[in-house]
């Protein structure tokens, strides 16, 4: 990079968002660690600066506008103009169909769906006006379907529409959008499904590397490597495209 970026990463507290997180301000990015209690990406923050980067912890419930609009004054007075979003926050509310909720269901589409259009839509403004811009948005091989997660695959495959709309309006002003669609990937949400299921989280692993051509589960710095590549300078012209990281072909 001829200068020193400014890059936004959700749910960074922990799992994919924090090692993302780390991944991009080892590549010399400044970055807004952004997560429902600031205080939780203390671990993240302090992981970053300890190895001479520069990080921020932000405090924001990326489904509320006024909190999103919040955090951006102060990511921009703290940081900076982003240029760089990667919108990861996420949640769980698995059920079957039958069992589910309306509140579950919107909880859901609000963190996933709502917050990557409000944090997309306030950081559009920096990025055309700076002619520079990436956009990664966290979706999921569960995009294609998968028992017990109607709100979620729908909240993953609308990311994929979602993001194939903002390369092609955002595109002109040198602002790319990707997704990244991971498999398997062994983290607390990942443990969490497996609590949900009543399995062993090391059987849950061992089961789930079977079914993978690479013959192992996904790690968070996998997922961080492809973020990388996709925002960096070298990827200007890769947009639009939904990359599945499950260690084996998708559909």
């Not at 982003?82 to 509140?103: Q, W, Y």
């Not at 859901?108 to 956009?135: N, P, S």
């Not at 109607?150 to 909240?155: H, L």
Request: hydrophobic fraction near 50%; include cysteine; aromatic fraction near 6%.
């Amino acid at each position: 990079m001829t200068e020193t970026r400014t890059a936004i990463v959700t749910g960074a507290a922990r799992g994919i968002g924090a090692a993302v997180a780390k991944r991009l301000a080892a590549d010399g990015f400044k970055v807004a660690v952004v997560d429902l209690d600031a205080a939780a990406c203390a671990g993240t923050v302090d992981a970053i600066t300890e190895a001479g980067g520069q990080a921020l912890a932000v405090g924001a419930d990326v489904s509320d506008e006024a909190k999103v609009a919040a955090a951006f004054e102060t990511i921009v007075a703290e940081l900076g103009a982003p240029t760089v979003l990667i919108n990861n926050a996420g949640i769980l509310r698995d059920n079957l169909l039958f069992k589910m909720s309306a509140e579950d269901w919107d909880l859901v589409m609000g963190v996933h769906l709502r917050g990557a259009f409000l944090m997309a839509k306030y950081a559009q403004k920096h990025m055309t006006e700076a002619k520079y811009g990436r956009i990664v948005n966290l979706s999921s091989t569960s995009a294609l379907g998968n028992r017990g997660q109607a709100n979620y695959s729908a909240a993953k495959a609308g990311l994929q529409g979602f993001t194939k709309t903002l390369a092609i309006e955002l595109g002109k002003f040198g602002v790319t959008a990707n997704a990244i669609a991971p498999g398997f990937i062994q983290t607390d949400m990942t443990a969490a499904t497996a609590e949900r299921m009543k399995v062993p989280f090391d059987d849950f692993i061992k089961f789930s590397a079977d079914q993978i051509p690479v013959a192992r589960v996904g790690q968070p710095e996998d997922i961080a490597h492809t973020a990388s590549f996709l925002v960096s300078e070298g990827a200007g012209f890769v947009s639009g495209q939904v990359i599945y990281v499950a260690g084996g072909p998708k559909d």
